[in-house]
């Protein structure tokens, strides 16, 4: 076809590895674990002190063989086989279904199966640096050697390079181990609001009073209000750019409340008041500042931020 | 020690779970203030499940659009399985299908509606009125989502149950007590703390999906490495029909991601290296939209002939691929009907259908066999019918306490070829019905039960699943280990930048997945012959299998290993691998998947047969259930 000639991607991974002993502590133990995380406004001179994972942290660079069209979860799969089985991070279905591969590529939450490298990669340098968290540290000096090692001689640039993508786990959330981030938190926020259809048992009759149907009716119309909403995939990307959610402070999240929207929407839900109700606390909908970057990157098109909105607006208006 | 432990959280073992919660039985239970103990073990967080990537819908003769009869979705099953089906269990399929869906629209699923308000429903290959008339609309669906619309409505029923998961959680060994007479429970590795556990229940149900990852060009998410099936082949049990893998003809070349039958719907047409349009030849009339089977095979043979072409992402690579030409549809009409399809085509082979034609190649769909089941999803061995071929009187042994369900599992609704929409029916339907089973069970003799406390029998025979389980995870931690000691004393997990060379001449279970996808790939996918089918069982007896024993993790920490788990899948899947390639060498005939090129036809004298293989290729064949539709010519 086109092009013929080897060109090459590299891929700089924030890498993580628990201490054994983490393993005994167990997860989700302390409410206050989520303290972990810092806000993307805090400065860097907090960032000695953050309270970091236990274990081992390090920037590892891979350069391999690869296309433009390639996705960022083809190449991690390369390297998984030709260069380091070590490499730990989700995949299941690689086309964007099950949201499982959600991290940071180049500090924006995003899934590695629908990241493709013409999209992603940058010349190199030309990167902001960002933390394992995928902020961005302004300011911070600390050019690491491995971060200077990094830059790509000119000749590799020349040579078919398509520029360097940096990885890190899923803002927001804690790291377990590489690209494997602890979603959840996220999980537990939806569980949280009753996430399923309460419907009222009622069966449609017939004129004489028969039972005539079984489903419940829902004009096109009705599942227009709540179809794309029941499309979220919960991979935490929303999650993960909300500077509320991911920088630490008390939110019941976007995904949580795209799920509670969803039953809010759909006409055979029975109870729509306890749900708003539900949200309607200083950690939904309250906590939630229109910064809408929820909308950017979702994989599934819900324009996350303009929901937000609407299902604010419906808390208010009861 | 659990009542039930479920193993697999998609559309099977979810509806099992919930079957089991809502039955009458484990209600009363509660009632009289016995909590049943029932544990769901998953390797994915279940809304990870494959079941979330079906898309086009699940069959049930609701007739909402037009007459429909569920005798004749009974047919079409039967025909479509080309007569390999037990027709006791396709007649349950077909008559429940309505109730299995209204209960899914009940649990919240978006279906699409009808103008008045009814669950939408779509044509699909093979469903037909008046047992092989004009085709009927059966498919219900939701959008091109119906198994993500499913498979999140069965998790929301599942949380408002307050069911008990313990996620990414790998399966490592299904344990039997008195000689493989009863389940005993599970042993399992949990990925987060990097520790086995030694799970203990007096039942236990596998509901764990397919096995596409057999496969190098496959549909099937990377988690479907056939866990389940292999592990009943190492508890000393029979896998049934494993030798009918269903290709889909259109997979996306390089990644075998699905491209709907919808594309040639609306007007493409397959193409072989010359541009011509070679369906035509094959199917006179059908061309394009023959059934699925039919169009793999063709173009295998295209391919064979070599007809083929590479893939343009690797143009120096074999000409495995024929092209699906799709410039005669309208743009903008292509985009409105097929938006999927031509999102899939641009994101992942950066091509412009509307001006390129696109590589397609068959891609591993769906194992139509798999665990033997009975109607009520219980686990059975088969004895008898040794015999060269020949289903010859045998009978069903049960495993008490044993349960199985979806694709993992062989009800033998499927036959030798499935028909769409037919999958998530399966899956929920005899999901439900085996989580009923269970409940039965459970409620016969719950663990908790205070009555029972002092019943010798039973608390023996909790002892002997007890020492049993205790001794299988026992030598799963010996093996863990020893996997988890580097062969390679230097290894340090913080290595200099691009340290990879040193290890890239050591081996891994990554790249012996690929090599055993490739090599089943070329034995076995869409047809085979005794020869292609020996070549394969060499490379694996002599090449693959040693490498797969000897490998060993390349990092000596537990948590979040996912090495570890690659090493157990990829013998799992050689496993299995021996088990497809015995049946088929077995099976001298011709039928619905099964096409073998020295065995051309159908033998109903002596193949009408599910064949039935242990972990040593020895095949028993077992007489089909035949009982409203005598078999005839599968011809559409």
Redesign the interface.
């Known amino acids: 076809m086109t092009n013929s000639t080897v060109t090459t991607v590299t891929l700089k991974v924030n890498r993580f590895t628990p201490r054994p002993e983490r393993a005994e502590r167990a997860r989700g133990g302390s409410p206050f674990a989520r303290t972990r995380k810092s806000s993307p406004f805090g400065g860097s001179s907090a960032a000695p002190a953050r309270r970091r994972p236990r274990g081992k942290q390090w920037v590892q660079e891979y350069t391999i063989p690869a296309r433009p069209e390639d996705t960022v979860l083809d190449c991690l799969l390369t390297i998984k086989r030709t260069v380091d089985p070590t490499l730990a991070f989700r995949y299941s279905c690689g086309h964007g279904m099950c949201g499982s591969d959600a991290v940071a590529i180049n500090g924006t939450p995003n899934l590695l199966c629908t990241a493709t490298l013409k999209d992603w990669a940058k010349p190199s340098g030309s990167l902001p640096r960002t933390d394992d968290e995928g902020f961005r540290r302004i300011g911070d000096d600390a050019g690491t050697e491995e971060e200077a090692s990094a830059e790509v001689s000119p000749d590799t640039a020349c040579d078919g390079s398509l520029g360097v993508i940096e990885l890190g786990p899923l803002p927001g959330f804690p790291v377990e181990r590489d690209l494997i981030a602890d979603i959840d938190p996220m999980l537990d926020q939806i569980r949280k609001l009753k996430p399923y259809l309460e419907a009222d048992g009622v069966l449609a009759t017939t004129h004489e009073g028969k039972v005539d149907v079984f489903e419940y009716l829902q004009h096109p119309d009705e599942l227009a209000r709540y179809e794309q909403l029941s499309n979220c995939i919960a991979c935490g990307v929303c999650e993960g750019s909300c500077p509320v959610f991911a920088g630490g402070d008390a939110f019941i999240g976007p995904a949580a409340l795209i799920w509670a929207s969803r039953f809010v929407n759909d006409s055979r839900d029975t109870i729509t008041m306890d749900r708003l109700d539900a949200i309607d606390t200083a950690d939904g909908v309250a906590a939630c500042q229109s910064v809408r970057a929820c909308t950017r990157q979702c994989p599934r098109g819900i324009d996350v931020g303009e929901e937000m909105w609407q299902i604010v607006a419906k808390v208010r208006e009861r | 020690m659990y009542d039930a432990v479920i193993v697999g959280a998609g559309a099977a073992g979810l509806s099992a779970a919930l079957g089991l919660l809502r039955s009458p039985e484990i209600k009363r239970m509660e009632e009289d203030g016995i909590t049943p103990k029932i544990l769901v073990v998953s390797k994915?967080?279940p809304?990870?499940?494959?079941t979330?990537?079906a898309e086009g819908g699940i069959a049930a003769s609701l007739g909402n659009i037009e007459s429909d009869d569920w005798h004749w979705h009974y047919y079409d099953t039967v025909k479509g399985g080309d007569w390999l089906v037990d027709q006791d269990a396709a007649k349950l399929l077909a008559e429940y299908a309505p109730?299995t869906?209204?209960n899914l629209?009940?649990?919240?699923v978006?279906?699409?509606?009808?103008?008045?308000?009814?669950?939408a429903q779509r044509r699909f290959g093979g469903h037909t009125r008046e047992f092989g008339g004009a085709p009927v609309r059966r498919a219900a669906y939701a959008?091109d989502?119906i198994g993500?619309?499913i498979l999140?409505?069965l998790w929301?029923?599942c949380?408002?149950a307050g069911v008990t998961f313990a996620e990414e959680w790998y399966v490592t060994d299904l344990v039997l007590a008195h000689d493989g007479a009863r389940a005993a429970g599970i042993v399992a590795f949990d990925t987060?703390?990097?520790?086995v556990h030694a799970v203990k229940a007096r039942n236990v149900l596998f509901a764990t999906g397919g096995a596409g990852r057999l496969f190098h060009t496959t549909s099937n998410?990377?988690?479907l490495t056939g866990d389940g099936m292999a592990l009943a082949l190492a508890a000393g049990l029979q896998l049934e029909d494993v030798e009918f893998v269903q290709f889909h003809p259109t997979g996306l070349a390089h990644?075998g991601?699905l491209l709907s039958e919808a594309a040639r719907a609306e007007g493409g047409v397959l193409r072989n290296a010359d541009g011509e349009a070679f369906m035509e030849r094959y199917a006179p009339g059908h061309a394009d939209l023959a059934a699925r089977d039919v169009v793999s095979r063709s173009i295998m043979a295209e391919i064979d002939a070599g007809r083929g072409v590479a893939d343009?992402?690797d143009?120096?690579g074999p000409k495995d691929c024929v092209w699906l030409d799709m410039t005669g549809i309208d743009p903008a009409h292509m985009r409105a009907v097929l938006p999927q399809v031509v999102e899939?085509i641009e994101?992942?082979?950066?091509i412009d259908p509307a001006k390129d034609p696109v590589p397609i190649k068959p891609t591993a769909h769906y194992t139509m066999g798999g665990i033997p089941i009975t109607v009520d999803g219980q686990v059975y061995r088969w004895h008898g019918g040794d015999g060269n071929g020949e289903a010859r009187d045998g009978s069903r042994e049960p495993v008490e306490g044993l349960y199985a369900a979806g694709e993992c599992s062989c009800v033998s609704v499927h036959g030798a070829n499935r028909l769409g929409g037919n999958s998530l029916l399966d899956a929920c339907l005899f999901g439900t019905r085996a989580g009923r089973a269970l409940a039965a069970r459970i409620a016969a003799a719950p663990v908790d039960d205070p009555m029972a406390g002092d019943d010798s029998d039973v608390r023996g025979a909790d002892e002997t699943r007890a020492q049993a389980v205790d001794a299988a995870a026992g030598e799963r931690e010996r093996e863990l280990k020893e996997l988890l000691t580097p062969r390679d004393v230097t290894s340090d997990?913080?290595?200099?930048?691009?340290d990879?060379t040193e290890?890239?001449a050591d081996d891994?279970?990554?790249?012996l997945m690929?090599e055993l996808g490739a090599v089943m790939e070329r034995a076995a996918a869409v047809r085979c012959d005794a020869a292609s089918l020996e070549t394969a069982l060499h490379a694996i007896d002599d090449e693959l299998a040693p490498r797969a024993t000897a490998l060993a993790?390349?990092?000596g920490?537990?948590?979040?290993?996912?090495?570890i788990t690659?090493i157990w899948e990829v013998r799992h899947l050689i496993a299995l691998a021996r088990a497809v390639l015995a049946a088929s060498d077995a099976r001298h005939e011709s039928r619905g998947s099964l096409k073998r090129n020295d065995f051309p036809r159908r033998d109903d004298e002596r193949y009408l047969a599910h064949s039935m293989t242990d972990a040593a290729g020895r095949v028993a064949w077992q007489p089909v259930h035949i009982v409203d539709v005598p078999p005839r010519k599968r011809e559409y």
């Open positions: 994915l967080q809304l990870r499940s494959h979330g990537s109730e869906v209204i629209e009940r649990g919240g978006a279906f699409s509606r009808t103008e008045d308000g009814h669950i959008a989502r993500h619309q999140h409505a929301q029923q949380v408002a987060h703390k990097g520790t998410s990377w988690d990644t991601i343009p992402k143009p120096d899939t994101k992942y082979a950066d997990p913080a290595p200099q930048a691009t990879g290890r890239s891994n279970p990554y790249r690929a993790a390349h990092d920490i537990a948590a979040f290993n996912q090495e690659a």
